[in-house]
Nanobody, 122 residues
Framework: QVQLVESGGGLVQAGDSLRLSCVAS????????MGWYRQAPGKQRELVAR???????NYADSKKERFTISRDNAKNTVYLQIDSLKPEDTADYYC????????????????WGQGTQVAVSS
């Protein structure tokens, strides 16, 4: 069993940067591919970025420029750096874990966090 706890969200202004963190319990974190998703009010959850157990990264097409996913296996943590925040980035951000890197592309995960809220004012 893996528990995921996100943090780092908050109310920010357009143009600011944020780094979201997701800490995983257990000693098997390095085995899992990790993903960051977001769900804006009234919209479906969407993939932002994913990172394999080996550190390979993949981003949703519209997320390549301002989003950076990374992981620190020694700290059991995956990060999402968001630069030049826009009001349309307002959403709940979730991290997820799966053994299967490709499955994260379609939102299939074994474990989900509870989410951290990001609100961007204009």
């Amino acid at each position: 069993q893996v528990q995921l706890v996100e943090s780092g969200g908050g109310l920010v202004q357009a143009g600011d940067s944020l780094r979201l963190s997701c800490v995983a319990s257990g000693r098997t974190f390095s085995r899992y591919a990790m993903g960051w998703y977001r769900q804006a009010p009234g919209k479906q959850r969407e993939l932002v970025a994913r990172i394999s157990s080996g550190g390979s990264t993949n981003y949703a097409d519209s997320k390549k420029e301002r989003f950076t996913i990374s992981r620190d296996n020694a700290k059991n943590t995956v990060y999402l750096q968001i630069d030049s925040l826009k009001p349309e980035d307002t959403a709940d951000y979730y991290c997820a874990a799966n053994d299967d890197f490709s499955a994260l592309r379609v939102g299939l995960a074994r474990y989900w966090g509870q989410g951290t809220q990001v609100a961007v004012s204009s």
